[in-house]
């Protein structure tokens, strides 16, 4: 199956920090992948959408200014939270969308757990 | 309005067959039908697909209605590992949808 890497697998900083998120399709192109946030107990939340060489779409109530993200080739994406703060703890998580013939199909990286002290 | 109605929780026996039902009676006539597992803490994992024909891969088998109104995964002979949650999820391919995750059915498997 499509494999979809993301690194670091955790991190934990200072509030005030930034960090990057790098969402990678390892074996397979993705013009188009995504961004996802889930807080404890609750489903996952789309944050944005990432298509290569032009800027993201965030969902409403998304801060892009806060959430950056880059999709500068067709198999990586990273998502830089700025200035982070405790609240922006959660896990991320990024998918990337894999055509086939006439079929779509999203494949999920493993997540990356934030934590912001 | 929910998009789909699954069963909050479910318990399987180890070893058994687990089936575990979703209600889409609103799909659309070019929406699939994709389900993914959550392991937890874990990133989701996509399970399978089908529009209209039920479809088997090596992890689980998909019966889709004829009105494709409700659609049945089933797990032929579920382990531990099966642990999960389950989400059943309609979309349409090539429509700029996006996959939304609702609150899925979360299945335990039983030694």
């Known amino acids: 199956g499509a494999v979809v890497s993301q690194h670091p697998s955790w991190v934990i900083c200072k509030s005030g920090t930034s960090v990057k998120i790098e969402c990678r399709s390892l074996?397979?192109?993705?013009?188009?992948m995504f961004w996802y946030r889930q807080f404890p107990k609750q489903s996952l939340m789309l944050m944005a959408t990432?298509?290569?060489?032009?800027?993201?779409?965030?969902e409403q109530g998304v801060e892009k200014d806060k959430f950056l993200i880059n999709h500068a080739s067709l198999t990586l994406s990273t998502l830089t939270v700025t200035s982070a703060h405790p609240e922006d703890s959660s896990f991320y998580i990024c998918?990337?969308?894999?055509?086939?013939?006439?079929?779509?199909?999203?494949?999920f990286g493993p997540g990356t757990r934030l934590l912001v002290l | 309005d929910a998009k789909t109605t699954q069963p909050t929780s479910m318990d399987c026996a180890e070893g058994r067959a687990a089936n575990l039902p979703c209600n889409h009676s609103?799909?659309?006539?070019?929406?699939?039908v994709y389900w993914y597992r959550q392991i937890h803490s874990q990133g989701p994992q996509y399970i399978i697909h089908g529009l209209k024909n039920n479809e088997t891969n090596e992890m689980a088998s998909l019966i889709i209605t004829e009105d494709r109104k409700s659609s049945t995964l089933i797990l032929p002979h579920a382990t531990l590992r099966d642990t999960a949650v389950y989400y059943c999820?309609?979309?349409?391919?090539?429509?700029?949808?996006?996959?939304?995750f609702g609150t899925g059915t979360r299945l335990t498997i039983i030694p």
């Open positions: 609103t799909i659309s006539g070019n929406e699939y």
């Open positions: 074996d397979f192109q993705a013009t188009t």
């Open positions: 998918s990337a969308r894999r055509t086939e013939l006439i079929e779509e199909t999203q494949y």
């Open positions: 990432s298509n290569e060489g032009s800027k993201a779409t965030y």
């Open positions: 999820i309609p979309i349409s391919n090539f429509g700029n949808e996006k996959l939304t």
